[in-house]
T-cell receptor, first 113, second 112 residues
Framework: NAGVMQNPRHLVRRRGQEARLRCSPM?????VYWYRQLPEEGLKFMVY????????ESGMPKERFSAEFPKEGPSILRIQQVVRGDSAAYFC???????????FGSGTQLSVL | SQQGEEDPQALSIQEGENATMNCSYK?????LQWYRQNSGRGLVHLIL?????REKHSGRLRVTLDTSKKSSSLLITASRAADTASYFC????????????FGAGTILRVKS
């Protein structure tokens, strides 16, 4: 059973471009979470999704950020018109039950030039 | 300040010694979890303790929970150099809705 897969591992974008981060949860997991981490800091919650539904997006900026978890395929975190402040590590996690034992991917390090 | 706050921020010990990290939180919780993160990697789940539990063990790890003090501690016994990592507590609380809230973490360095 493969773990949570995130890609790309590293993503470089220029200001104004779009960033698409992908996350394939563990097999059988229907709960997906996205977190953001700045250097030397903890994880900041962004969004929690279940298949085809956004359950809680309270940690995600209202503008430029969106997330989806379609019936088929990976969960996508999309950042439009990136700015330097978006540079961070973005982690995806999945779980078989809400808020219990999250399994994390290796993260996507986004660098905005 | 955050729901979960770890203490100390950083801890440096010799191999073989015990390491204790603490986590304090503000609201009633459903469960509290501890995770480890090695540099540049994703987090790895260590232990989940429910609000009606007081202590749990897993190998060299021991977690306690005191709901009256709204605090938890993670004890790593007989530490090894490989235990060097950041350790985070995370709380599942009704007040915070559907999200698992992480603290800022304790950086543990085990010197060999």
């Amino acid at each position: 059973n493969a773990g949570v897969m995130q890609n790309p591992r590293h993503l470089v974008r220029r200001r104004g471009q779009e960033a698409r981060l992908r996350c394939s949860p563990m097999k059988g997991h229907s709960h997906v979470y996205w977190y953001r981490q700045l250097p030397e800091e903890g994880l900041k919650f962004m969004v929690y999704l279940q298949k085809e539904n956004i359950i809680d997006e309270s940690g995600m900026p209202k503008e430029r950020f969106s997330a989806e978890f379609p019936k088929e395929g990976p969960s996508i975190l999309r950042i439009q018109q990136v700015v330097r402040g978006d540079s961070a590590a973005y982690f995806c996690a999945s779980s078989p039950r809400q808020n219990e034992k999250l399994f994390f991917g290796s993260g996507t390090q986004l660098s905005v030039l | 300040s955050q729901q979960g706050e770890e203490d100390p921020q950083a801890l440096s010990i010799q191999e073989g010694e015990n390491a204790t990290m603490n986590c304090s939180y503000k609201t009633s919780i459903n469960n509290l979890q501890w995770y480890r993160q090695n540099s540049g990697r994703g987090l790895v789940h260590l232990i989940l303790i429910r609000s009606n539990e007081r202590e749990k063990h897993s190998g060299r790890l021991r977690v306690t929970l005191d709901t009256s003090k709204k605090s938890s501690s993670l004890l790593i016994t007989a530490s090894r150099a490989a235990d060097t990592a950041s350790y985070f507590c995370a709380t599942d609380a009704m007040e915070y809705g559907n999200k698992l809230v992480f603290g800022a973490g304790t950086i543990l360095r085990v010197k060999s």
